[in-house]
């Protein structure tokens, strides 16, 4: 049975840090490539951050560029997201997901295979 469960969420104040980890379990963790998405209320869901096994390449919106930083431990399993200077527009609930497709359209929601349950991230001005 394949799990993502994410952790590290929080209220924290315009300008500082927050870590979100994401833990998985159920599958080879380096045969995954790693998404972070967000969703604001009332928004749609979208794409944040990539990371894919391949070199340790990393994707970002551009929303969240030179802020934001993917990573990964394979000994963990565990994906995380740092969030550093955040914005009260970061507010939302964070997911990640894990793909096995090898796809080059990392900021599809779609092209993932798994979900985690998402952690809400509330940033305040």
């Known amino acids: 049975q394949v799990q993502l469960v994410e952790s590290g969420g929080g209220l924290v104040q315009a300008g500082e840090s927050l870590r979100l980890s994401c833990a998985a379990s159920?599958?080879?963790?380096?045969?995954?490539?790693m998404g972070w998405f967000r969703q604001a209320p009332g928004k749609e869901r979208e794409f944040v951050a990539a990371f894919t096994w391949g070199g340790g390449t990393t994707y970002y919106a551009d929303s969240v560029k030179g802020r934001f930083t993917i990573s990964a431990d394979n000994a963990k399993n565990t994906v995380y997201l740092q969030m550093n200077s955040v914005k009260p527009e970061d507010t939302a609930v964070y997911y990640c997901?894990?793909?096995?497709?090898?796809?080059?359209?990392?900021?599809?929601?779609?092209?993932?295979?798994?979900w985690g349950q998402g952690t809400q991230v509330t940033v305040s001005s």
């Open positions: 159920g599958i080879t963790f380096s045969t995954y490539d």
């Open positions: 997901a894990a793909t096995f497709r090898g796809t080059h359209y990392l900021s599809r929601s779609s092209e993932y295979d798994y």
